[in-house]
Structure formats: C-alpha cells, structure tokens
C-alpha cells in the first residue's frame, strides 16, 4: 500500500501528492491544494486499470507475435505437408485402405488397362521373371 501511494500524483499538474494523515487528504506541494483521499486513491486506481490493460494488451501481442510459426517457403511447407500428411496416414489406417479401395473400383479399368499394356510391353525374360516372384510371394 506505500508503493501504491507513492503513485498518487495531482489531477492538475501531476506532481506526486503527499498523504496528509490528520486530514485523510492528499496535498499538492505545487498547486497548494489539498484532495479527498478516495478521489485520489479511485483516480490512481482507475489509471493504473487503464495502465495495466494496455500493458497486458501488449504482452498478449508480443507473445501472440511469438507463438506464430515463422513463414517457411514453399520447398519447407511442401516437406511440413509431407510430413503432415504421412502422420495422420499412420493415424488413419483404415480409411486410407477404404479410400485406396474406393478409389481402386472407380478406376479399375485403367488399371487393368495399364497392367496389361505393361504386360504387352515385357520381354518373354522378364515374364518369366515376374512368374517366379510371384509363386515365391505365394
Ligand atoms: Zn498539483
């Protein structure tokens, strides 16, 4: 309570108040004045309110400020939504499988379609080659 009335300053000139006990009023040494004590004390209150506000408005902008991810550009955003995308691949299993289904009955024609023209296109040794894989995978 000291320190706070140290803070008591004239509504006139500003000049720091002294508290006068024996009167329960505060006294400007410049202005020769003398003020209820609870209107300087509501006045103090009530700037430093207004103090305290802007300075908690100001630290919650520094530390939003801070907490905002810097800007990456778009080779390192490109490599975070890779990364994004994998994890909640691991995280969503079964609908990756579901989609990849889905996906696989809307377009199963051109898949046949490609796997036979790979097909067409391989020498009699790599056929013979991809037989045996697949009995071993058998
Ligand atoms: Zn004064």
């Known amino acids: 309570m000291v320190a706070y009335a140290l803070m008591h300053k004239c509504p006139k000139c500003f000049a720091l108040l002294a508290y006068l006990e024996r009167r329960i009023k505060y006294y400007c040494s410049k202005c020769r004045k003398a003020y209820p004590k609870l209107l300087i004390e ?76 790979y097909r067409a296109n391989m020498s009699e040794e790599q056929k013979k080659q991809e037989n045996e894989n697949r009995k071993r995978a058998i």
């Open 42 to 117: 509501a006045n103090t209150f009530r700037i430093y309110n207004r103090f305290q506000r802007n300075l908690d408005r100001e630290n919650l902008q520094v530390e939003i400020e801070q907490q905002k991810r810097p800007k990456l550009s778009p080779e390192e955003r490109k490599e975070r939504n890779k990364q994004k995308r994998a994890i909640w691949m691991q995280n969503n299993k079964e609908r990756v499988i579901a989609f990849r289904e889905n996906y696989y009955e809307l377009h199963k024609d051109e898949f046949v379609a490609r796997k036979r023209a």
